[in-house]
Each structure stands twice: as C-alpha cells, then as structure tokens.
C-alpha cells in the first residue's frame, strides 16, 4: 500500500469508517478499492444508508486524493463536494468501492467511486471532489 499519514491508531478509513467495517483492499493514487458490510449499515427499513455509501464512497476518495496530493506537495485532502446516485438496495452482504480519478490536479482532485454489490450489480455511482491543500 502507498504510505498514507493518519493519526496513530486509527485506520485510514478514519474512525467513522472503522465502525462502519471499512477495509481497503487496493491503495494507490490510481485506484482505491474498499470493502464494507452492509450489517450495521442500514437504515429502519433494513436496506444499506444512502449515507453508508456515501461514506464509503468519501473514504476511498479522500484516500485517493490524499495519495496524488503527496505528489505535488499538497498532502492534506478536503472533501469540498459528495454527489451520490443510490441505483439499488442491499439488505445484506459486503459491498465494494472503486474509486478512480476523473480529474487530478494541483490543488484539487475527483474522483468517481461505484459502489456495486456482492452479485457485482452497481448499488451506488458517487463522485467526490476534494481541495489539496499544503501543510
């Protein structure tokens, strides 16, 4: 895995993703793939959160734009735009994030992230946009 800062004992999903059950699979600048169960997800109706997604969906990109923001010397990621288009439910299972970018420049970075379930039907299209900022 590309070297990522984080605070010491928290993983890099942060510690909302933590609780969530996010686990990265694939890190780098190019592409960021992540896990997560949709048990303990869910909203009343026992379908996945919309905003379960979109957590998810800022995790991997964040960690993206983090990764490309090391490369021009703007290290710190600032989520400044989440858009989500939730295309189906879940009730239960583990669902996957790959996230790509769409655009990376020196001081900002997209990235799309589809979400999709474990039949590999797209659950979620998310599209994160983060501000790259200096030390």
């Known amino acids: 895995m590309e070297r990522l ?29 992540g896990t997560m ?19 998810l969906a800022e995790s991997l990109g964040s960690v993206g734009a983090t990764l490309h923001g090391q490369t021009v010397d703007r290290p710190f990621a600032l989520g400044i735009d989440i858009n989500a288009t939730h295309h189906k439910g879940a009730r239960t299972g583990t669902i996957t994030g790959v996230a790509t970018p769409l655009h990376r420049g020196k001081t900002m970075a997209t990235y799309e992230v589809v979400i999709t379930d474990e039949l590999g039907d797209r659950i979620c299209t998310a599209r994160l946009t983060c501000l790259l900022r200096a030390g």
């Open 5 to 33: 800062e984080q605070q010491e004992s928290v993983g890099p999903a942060g510690v909302l993703g933590d609780r969530m059950g996010i686990k990265f699979i694939e890190v780098s600048p190019d592409r960021v793939v």
């Open 37 to 55: 169960p949709v048990d303990g997800n869910t909203q009343p109706y026992g379908l996945l959160h919309g905003g379960a997604s979109c957590v």
